[in-house]
């Protein structure tokens, strides 16, 4: 049986569910003459799921990656937890994971030793991180996958390791780049339900997609920010 995602620490102190997690304020970022990015404002609360729609090269990859604190906006100001995450001390970073979108593997080592080595990378003991990997491969109904090489697995256990990756850190908000290309419907049903548990935790999650087909009935709210009218503060009813 799945274990929960809540259970054990998988998501100590989540947070409270309405809490502002996420918070970009007319952010702005430009490659060379592009201007990928123009006055971008964002919020994701505790609790809340955000879609982020837009086509290919529409400026998904940048959003995700400044919003998961790895890319520098050029203008405006990024809050994570209501920090000021480039004029501040940036320990809030490390409650936030991005969950990149697919790529080829060629990893030969399992699912588990996958788990286990990126728990040790950072900083588990091998006993918390064995212990952590296996309740993670629960969570993310990979446990029969967990001595399956990396290389071998379809896209929909690519993306749930990378999902079961992210939750090993103690995690209050997550952020997905494009992750559904070439994703099963039972995987995408175990990522609907993982996300569910966790932003029922008080989590927040914010997803960017090229499409919100797949996605517009999970999220509390799906926003367009890259076309200058993207305002989306979310309104957190759900
Ligand atoms: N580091 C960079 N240097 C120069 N240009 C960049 C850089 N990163 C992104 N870009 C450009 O910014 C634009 C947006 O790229 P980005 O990868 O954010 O879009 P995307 O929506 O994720 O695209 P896709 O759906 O194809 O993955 C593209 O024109 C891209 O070439």
């Known amino acids: 049986m799945r274990a929960r995602v809540s259970e054990e620490r998988v998501l100590p102190g989540a947070g409270v569910a309405g809490t502002p997690l996420l918070r970009l304020d007319g952010v702005r970022k430009q490659f060379g003459d592009e ?11 505790g609790g809340a799921l955000v879609g982020v729609v837009g086509g290919p090269g529409a400026g998904k990859t940048t959003l995700t990656s400044i919003a998961a604190g790895l890319l520098p906006p050029d203008d405006g100001v990024m809050w994570l937890f209501g920090e000021d995450l ?14 990149p979108d697919d790529e080829p593997v060629v990893d030969r080592r399992s699912c588990h030793d996958v788990l286990v080595c990126a728990g040790m990378a950072h900083g588990l003991s091998r006993v918390a991180a064995e212990r952590r990997s296996t309740l993670l491969l629960s969570v993310c109904e990979l446990t029969g996958a967990a001595d399956l090489p990396a290389y071998r697995c379809t896209a929909g256990q690519r993306l749930l390791l990378r999902l079961a990756t992210a939750l090993l850190g103690e995690r209050r908000l997550l952020v997905l780049d494009d992750p559904f290309a070439g994703v099963d419907a039972w995987a995408l049903g175990v990522v609907r339900a993982v996300l569910g548990e966790f932003t029922a935790s008080g989590g927040g999650v914010l997803c960017a997609v090229r499409s919100s087909e797949r996605i517009a009935a999970w999220c509390d709210r799906v926003v367009e920010p890259f076309r200058g009218s993207g305002c989306a503060f979310d309104s957190n009813t759900r």
């Open 35 to 45: 201007v990928v990015l123009d006055r971008v404002d964002l919020e994701v609360r």
């Open 86 to 99: 480039w004029d501040g001390p940036g320990l809030v970073r490390s409650a936030v994971a991005l969950v």
